[in-house]
């Protein structure tokens, strides 16, 4: 079938997209690997967005947000692009299900979380590693656990695990976390949070669950071993483009380049949201890009 426009990716930019596109009177599909909501769908707490309901949790958020897509007229298919022809006037998109063809493509699949590439990283994901905030944080009550990051989205769930843990420590690399000053403010006032700057987690051990951890320091490379069995670890060190299948568009650093009109490269092709490079990566600035994709493919 040929669609007018085809959007990979259903967080808040393709949503937003979609949206504004079936509003122009286009026939409009969006493609998502997984659930609606992308990233933003997994966190514990959505802040600074406007008009969020109170105690606005990104799986309430990436509920609404399908609710409104789907109330729309927007068509959301499962399934996982494998390969993309975007060259030519009608762009041809594979998936694990099969092919779909349109003639305008918005890309707005986001990012994937970037892991540490450490000892037992991957060995324990899952059984104390890697772990999700709003999905594993009760499992910890009462634990220790330990948050990698200090940038906002980081501190954000560090503050909402903190409710549950006996003890939490935030674990960043620089001289002091890199959050905005209500968050830092937050933090301070939380009593059972604890702050190990210029540091890294630089392992971590055991068998059924997290045993151990490795934290080097960044002053002086020493290396301290904490014996801490069945604690939570819950990484937030940023997120990588997932442009590994858009080998024909100019990237920078891994981002797709665009204009004010979120063009890409190649004619029919936008981007839209944390896939794109730019400066600020925000709910509010996913939708914005994924309203100016979709308007201006419409229009194209």
Same mark, same amino acid.
């Given at each position: ?18 949206? @504004?596109?079936? =509003?122009?009177? %286009?026939?409009?599909? #969006? ?6 909501? &992308?990233? *933003? ?118 503050? @909402?695990?903190? =409710?549950?843990? %006996?003890?939490?420590? #935030? ?6 976390? &890199?959050? *905005? ?120």
């Amino acid at each position: 079938m040929l669609y007018d426009i085809l959007i990979i990716g259903a967080g808040p930019a393709g949503i937003s997209a979609g949206i @504004y596109a079936v =509003s122009r009177g %286009k026939k409009t599909l #969006i493609l998502e690997q997984s659930q609606v909501g &992308g990233i *933003i769908g997994k966190v514990s707490t959505v802040t600074h967005y406007t008009a969020l309901v109170p105690h606005e949790t990104g799986a309430t958020f990436a509920a609404r947000m399908k609710e409104q897509a789907l109330c729309a007229g927007v068509e959301i298919a499962y399934e996982k692009v494998t390969a993309v022809d975007l060259a030519g006037d009608i762009k041809t998109i594979s998936t694990d299900k099969g092919v779909h063809q349109a003639r305008r493509v918005i890309l707005a699949n986001g990012g994937t979380p970037r892991k540490l590439g450490i000892p037992g990283e991957d060995a324990l994901d899952g059984k104390g590693m890697g772990m999700n905030a709003a999905k594993d944080a009760a499992a910890y009550t009462g634990k220790s656990i330990y948050v990698v990051g200090g940038a906002d989205g980081a501190v954000k769930e560090a503050l @909402y695990l903190a =409710s549950f843990a %006996k003890q939490l420590t #935030i674990i960043h690399f620089e001289d002091q976390l &890199g959050c *905005i000053a209500e968050f830092r403010q937050k933090v301070a006032a939380t009593g059972n949070i604890t702050l190990r700057l210029a540091s890294r987690l630089h392992g971590v051990y055991g068998r059924e669950q997290v045993e151990r951890l490795e934290i080097a320091s960044e002053r002086d490379g020493s290396i301290e071993t904490i014996e801490d069995p069945g604690c939570g670890v819950f990484v937030y060190a940023g997120v990588l483009p997932n442009t590994d299948l858009y080998t024909g568009l100019a990237l920078q650093d891994g981002y797709i380049l665009t204009n004010d009109k979120m063009e890409a490269s190649l004619p029919g092709v936008y981007a839209a949201g944390d896939i794109r490079l730019k400066q600020v990566r925000q709910v509010s600035t996913a939708v914005a890009d994924g309203t100016i994709a979709a308007i201006n493919a419409a229009l194209s």
